[in-house]
């Protein structure tokens, strides 16, 4: 069992004054299995009411508008989290059995389709097909996540935010985001349904309790073979008491940390600060 505190700050230097934006932001975890939430709270400012709810896939959302001239948009995020993960998951399905299974639940189905971030090249398919051979689904699917962190390098500044797979690919680099979305287009093709989740990973695998280190928005997979398993492919580690999970989806347009519109100059500048503190 370990306690993180997680403290995120986002938001929007704007080229000039704002006059208005409208806003949703998905900064804070909810309590589910495996973690459970101690405390949150989420500031903005300029200051704002804010209307909270869980959208479709289940992750906490808070919506907002601005309605006065402002030159930035900032965000705090603060949790606490108390996180055990129980590594004894159920027996896995055979492949004659996953198939009718996933379509017998909307959270399976929907996450077999691929989406335009997600749908792999040839190459890829032809890889997680012959990686997945004589493998029943729950081994396949790991040793897919394994291949693809092995053919693609972590390197931030290659790719953006609304790279595809495709372009990942190509470029044999990428951030976690890119690294999952190759990796759930790889098991949707195979016929393993696997959604994309973020969060964030304390860095340090020494794990030590006291420390604040800094750290970032983390992104991960999830696939079904007969229940839920995690795996962080681009650290090559199972989901563990590093992990805090914020958000689940088919892909990061549906759990960006912070997205909007607004009325004003052309141009903005997003600024990111992430720190994780172990306290137990």
């Known amino acids: 069992m370990s306690r993180l505190r997680v403290r995120h700050v986002t938001g929007y230097h704007y080229g000039g004054k704002v006059t208005q934006s409208y806003n949703e932001a998905r900064m804070l975890p909810g309590s589910s299995d495996g973690q459970f939430v101690l405390a949150s709270n989420l500031e903005i400012s300029p200051m704002s009411s804010s209307h909270g709810y869980v959208d479709y896939w289940g992750t ?25 993960r129980d590594r004894h998951g159920t027996p896995g399905l055979p492949w004659e059995e996953l198939a009718p299974a996933a379509q017998a639940s909307v959270d399976t189905v929907e996450q077999l389709q691929q989406t335009a971030l997600t749908d792999p090249p040839d190459e890829v398919r032809a890889i997680a097909r012959a990686t997945a051979a004589d493998l029943d689904p729950c081994a396949a699917a790991l040793a897919v996540c394994r291949e693809i962190h092995e053919r693609v390098t972590y390197m931030a500044g290659v790719t953006g935010v609304q790279s595809t797979a495709h372009e990942s690919w190509e470029h044999g680099r990428g951030v976690c985001q890119d690294i999952a979305h190759i990796a759930i287009g790889a098991l949707r093709s195979i ?7 973020s969060g964030y990973l304390h860095p340090d695998p020494a794990f030590p309790v006291g420390s604040t280190v800094k750290g970032e928005s983390h992104a991960w997979v999830e696939w079904f073979c007969g229940s839920w398993h995690g795996f962080d492919p681009t650290n090559m580690l199972e989901i563990g008491e590093r992990h805090v999970e914020v958000g689940r989806g088919r892909d990061y347009s549906d759990v960006a940390p912070l997205r909007g519109i607004y009325a004003g100059p052309n141009g903005s500048r997003l600024f990111v600060e992430v720190e994780i503190t172990r306290e137990a």
């Open 191 to 197: 016929g393993v349904p696997a959604r994309y989740v």
């Open 60 to 84: 906490r959302v808070n919506s907002f508008e601005i309605l006065t001239p402002h030159e930035e948009l900032s965000l705090t995020a603060t949790s606490l989290v108390e996180v055990r």
